[in-house]
């Protein structure tokens, strides 16, 4: 197999009015997922994920590497097993993200929320500050364990709502007998959206009624 350094080198990118797209990359990886900084594959014939951030994103990198190896052998974070200039690769999690449960109406307990505040302060006790908790960052794992993934925030200074704020809704909203269970993708990007926005100020005091659903 490739080593990891030539298979993230093997990601190539273009941008096109401020959009990146990710145009290629080495046969042995498969695609699983991207977000604001990065795109992540799976590595064939090895249990691990390659995130590969993009151009200028190098810094951030750097971050996340530096943050996971404060939380290494914590059973709620993946392992890091190498660190480059644009890359991570880190234990391929088998399982599905919050956002993914809600999407295809896999339930969540309040085991679960009690297991991510838990997770949660185990960063804290190491001098974290955990940030950027949404619920594409959160899986449970098919073993039914959570795992935290995208933790580049977590030494940032401000303090971030979004975990207060999408657990008020779990138990103000989700947790209701009648409450959906599945709530269609296209809503939950809207949601985020808008929140993102400030425009649904979804807080622990004051979250609209309007606001059928919840979260990020
Ligand atoms: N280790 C992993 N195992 C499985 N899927 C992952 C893993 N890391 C990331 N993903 C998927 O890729 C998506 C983007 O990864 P993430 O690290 O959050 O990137 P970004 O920093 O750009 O937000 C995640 O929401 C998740 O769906
Ligand atoms: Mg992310």
Redesign the pocket.
């Known amino acids: 197999m490739n080593k990891y350094s030539e298979l993230a080198n093997s990601v190539t990118f273009t941008k096109r009015k401020s959009v990146i797209a990710q145009i290629h990359q080495d046969p042995s990886l498969e695609y699983?997922?991207?977000?604001?900084?990065?795109v992540?594959f799976k590595i064939w014939g090895a249990n691990k994920?390659l995130?590969v951030f993009y151009p200028g994103y190098t810094n951030v990198a750097r971050e996340e590497a530096a943050i996971y190896n404060v939380l290494q052998n914590s059973p709620y974070y993946?392992t890091l097993y190498e660190a480059g200039r644009n890359y991570l690769v880190?234990?391929?999690?088998e399982g599905h993200?919050l956002f993914e449960c809600l999407a295809k109406g896999i339930r969540v307990s309040s085991d679960k929320i009690k297991e991510i505040d838990v997770a949660l302060n185990l960063a804290r006790e190491k001098g974290l500050n955990p940030s950027d908790i949404h619920l594409?960052?959160i899986f449970i794992t098919k073993e039914g364990k959570i795992k935290l993934?995208?933790v580049?925030r977590f030494r940032q200074a401000k303090d971030c709502s979004q975990w207060g704020d999408l657990k008020s809704a779990f138990y103000k909203y989700y947790s209701r007998t009648f409450f959906p269970k599945r709530i269609p993708v296209l809503i939950l990007n809207l949601i985020a959206a808008l929140y993102k926005k400030n425009i649904i100020p979804l807080t622990k005091k004051r979250t609209p009624k309007s606001v059928v659903f919840f979260l990020c």
């Not at 699983?32 to 990065?38: D, V």
């Not at 880190?90 to 999690?93: E, F, N, Q, S, W």
């Open positions: 699983i997922g991207k977000g604001r900084s990065a992540v994920a995130k993946p880190i234990d391929l999690i993200t594409r960052n993934i995208d580049a």
